[in-house]
């Protein structure tokens, strides 16, 4: 609960913030005439690009689930599960919270933690997979603008390509190495206590390993299932094709045009790749940085903080409010517990 509240503060003493300096930064009479002026219609075409990140977020889960636990098993609302794990990814550092809930929701359902853990597991590999591939296949064919128009571009790079290839690189030393990894995850859990980020390295790390082995069972039993492993990738570059498009459609909003489509694509990808890496809730301070250093000087005509507002309402704000209303809908129920609740059972 201590976290939640320290959580909630921290993001609403940073909207305040931002709100603040919207009104001194651009002044009011700049932002009245953005209101304006603003076509709303796109602008609403910008939002549903975030819908549409909700929505192949749910049939990425939902080709995942399938695959492991068979369509007839399936009991669906993957559409809620993912909301809920919105709501919990956007108010805890590093989305930690959104995983944890998503597996709540599928033991609501029937499917046991450990099979829910290793579906919730498997869709932030596949995730953090597509997006590394994305930012890669995206810089070799950008390269020399996002060089030459971003300050220390290559620094941010290197920062955020190394953390998710690290994290992927642990993943696969695990498949292959389990011996290795587990040494890694301790050494690496040893170095955080010494340096008092975080507590009791033992526990942490036997949570780590029950985690890292649902991940390997569920990934064997995909393997054997490759169509489905196939469409949930599908999905999931779908979806995180939907959440690049949005500052595209707010430029048609905010400036009547379409105007560098692929440059301003590019850069929405490199501040979701960097901005996943700072330890906040929801990301919250890096990236608004990150999007006032890429996103908002292709905005020529409108002013550059009132875009930063507008594309975190859009992207990250609207998590919190539309999560926050499947919440609610989540009844207090007590779980049963049941033999065997660790393993998981290929149909």
């Given at each position: ?11 609403i ?48 889960m ?28 956007s ?8 995983q ?33 591939a ?51 995850v ?46 949930a ?17 707010m ?12 440059e ?5 990808a ?11 809730p ?26 930063i ?34 393993e998981?059972?290929?149909?």
């Open positions: 609960m201590k976290r939640i509240i320290l959580n909630s503060i921290i993001i003493a940073t909207s305040i913030v931002l709100v603040v300096l919207v009104f001194f930064t651009d002044g009011v009479q700049s932002l009245f005439d953005l209101i304006v002026r603003t076509n709303y219609y796109w602008l609403f075409a910008a939002w549903m690009c975030n819908v549409m990140f909700w929505v192949f977020g749910a049939i990425t939902g080709f995942l689930k399938r695959g492991i636990i068979g369509k007839k098993n399936d009991p669906g609302q993957n559409f809620k599960t993912v909301m809920v794990g919105q709501f919990f990814s108010i805890t550092p590093f989305a930690t919270g959104g944890p809930a998503q597996v709540y929701m599928m033991r609501r359902m029937g499917i046991d933690g450990g099979t829910g853990t290793s579906i919730v597991i498997l869709k932030s590999v596949l995730l953090q997979s597509v997006l590394v994305y930012c890669f296949v995206l810089y070799f064919s950008n390269r020399f603008f996002l060089i030459s128009n971003i300050p220390k571009f290559h620094t941010l790079f290197f920062i955020g390509i190394s953390a998710s290839l690290f994290l992927l690189g642990l993943y696969a030393l695990f498949m292959f190495k389990s011996n290795a990894a587990d040494k890694a301790h050494l690496f859990l040893k170095i955080l206590h010494y340096f008092k980020i975080t507590k009791n390295p033992d526990e942490k790390f036997n949570e780590i390993k029950k985690s890292l082995e649902r991940f390997k069972e569920g990934f064997k039993i995909l393997a054997k299932r490759k169509i489905y492993l196939f469409f990738y599908i999905a999931q570059i779908v979806q995180l094709t939907s959440l690049f498009f949005v500052p595209v459609f430029m048609r909003a905010l400036e009547g045009m379409f105007m560098f489509t692929n301003l694509f590019v850069c929405t490199m501040v979701v790749m960097i901005a996943a890496m700072v330890p906040t929801g990301t919250t301070g890096g990236a608004e940085g990150l999007s006032l250093l890429f996103i908002s000087p292709f905005f020529y005509n409108s002013p550059k903080m009132s875009v507002l507008i594309w975190r309402i859009l992207t990250y704000y609207s998590n919190i409010i539309f999560g926050g209303i499947f919440c609610l809908f989540v009844k207090e129920k007590p779980l049963k517990s049941s033999e065997g609740e660790e998981l059972v290929e149909v």
